[in-house]
Each structure stands twice: as structure tokens, then as C-alpha cells.
């Protein structure tokens, strides 16, 4: 089922947050207007829909869910009797010929519960970034940071630096702050490509992860800001030359 002929669909997504200094997850349920511009509401009734909303809330990224009654009720702000006997309905339910949703009892005994998922849904993800390789190394938070720094410093220098995660942890939960994810690797990528040749000292030679925070990524940032303008620059260059040439080219094969 594609989103344009989903009723009801439920999206997950991860996102970094520095508050958190870690991986959240967030979901979404997303009714569609034109349903309810075709008489969702008025067919199946507000308090049906009100469970139905409540049930997917649940979902997980499977497009399944365990939510008891009980729950149901404290959700819809309906009574248990009236939950059992709208869920009964809701189940039969159909909106422009397709199930809203289907029940399915699994287990047995104490064990025993109800699975629900969405007959007119669609589960989606909007955490995948379809334009990177799947297998490229996600560094999201202090934890990351601290790994990655120890492995590009063993690159660069092979041994000399043991892992602090509580201590340099901290320090890249103050760095993550000022910087995101992807431009902290960017800095930590072009410390310890270029330390040797622009901060090098006898008695700091090699960068550590204090010095970063204190003081050399704000250097290096600022470094790199400048490269990117400069390779912009040259691009920019690049692309008048090219189009010089097609000039040049064009009056050359008309003889003018």
C-alpha cells in the first residue's frame, strides 16, 4: 500500500540529540485528509476512531501492536464495556472496501493476548539516508566520538592514548553542543591530518582530546571553513574555464 491510498500511516524515525547526548527514537501517526474529507469520521464514528488512533500510537516498526484494553480505555477517556464493544465494530469495520483493522489472538492462558495491526496502513522509516553506503560508520554521540578519536590517533600514531570515556566523554558532550555530528568528524578527520604541520609543539605532539575541546577545534573549524571555501573558489573557477572553452569551441566550428 503506497501513501496516497493509506488511511492511517505510522512513521519512525532516529535523530541525534544533544540533550540526550544519544540516539531518540520518535514516531508519528498520520491520519490522511482525504479519508476524512471522504467521510472517515461520520462512517466509522468519532469514538471508534479514537481507539483506533490510540491502538496505533502503539505500533511498532513491524506494524504491530499489544495494547490492552485497559489502556484503550485510559487513552479514549471510554469506558471498558464501551471499548470491548467499539473494538468489536472497528474490527469489522471498512472504509472505501478495505479492513481498518485486523485482531489476531496469540498464546495461551495468562500468556494470551491480542495483536493488532493496520489492514488500511503503512508503517514507514524515515531514519535511512538513501544516499549514503548502509555500511558507513554512524558516530552520533560522546561515546562514538571518544572511540573514533582513540582509533584516528592510533592511525596517525599507533599506540600512546588510552580511552577515558567518562572524562573525554564529557568533553565531547561540550563539543557536541557546538558542533553536529558530521562537522565534529570533519574536525577530528583534519586534526590529525594536518597537526603535525600547523600545531605541532615539543611539548604537545599530538592532539589530545582536552586540547580539542579547549581550544584546537575551534582552530581547526576554522581551517576547514577555509577549505571549503577555497575548493569552492576553485570549483567556481573550474566550471567559467569550462565554459570559456565551449565558447571558444562554438566560434571555432562557426568561423565566426
Known sequence: M???NAVLSVDFKKE?????DGIVNHSRVCLSLDAIHSGLIKEVGANRLAILLAIVSHMNEEG?????QERIAQLTGQGRATV???LQDLCEAEFNGQKLLHKELIGSGIKKKTVYTIASGLITSTDEDTDQDATEEQILNSRDFVVYFDKRFKEVYGEGHTLHFGKEGAMFKVLLQNYN???LKEIIDLVFEEY????YKPQHPHPTVFQLRSW???QAHKVLVEKKEQEQKQAERQQKAIEQ???DKALELFDI
Open 84 to 86: 470491548q464493544r467499539n
Open 245 to 247: 572553452d565551449d565558447t
Open 216 to 218: 584546537l577545534a575551534d
Open 16 to 20: 541525534y540529540s544533544t540533550a540526550k
Open 181 to 183: 555530528p558530521d562537522t
Open 64 to 68: 504491530k501492536c499489544y495494547p490492552s
Open 196 to 199: 603535525q604541520n600547523r600545531w
Open 2 to 4: 503506497t501513501k496516497e
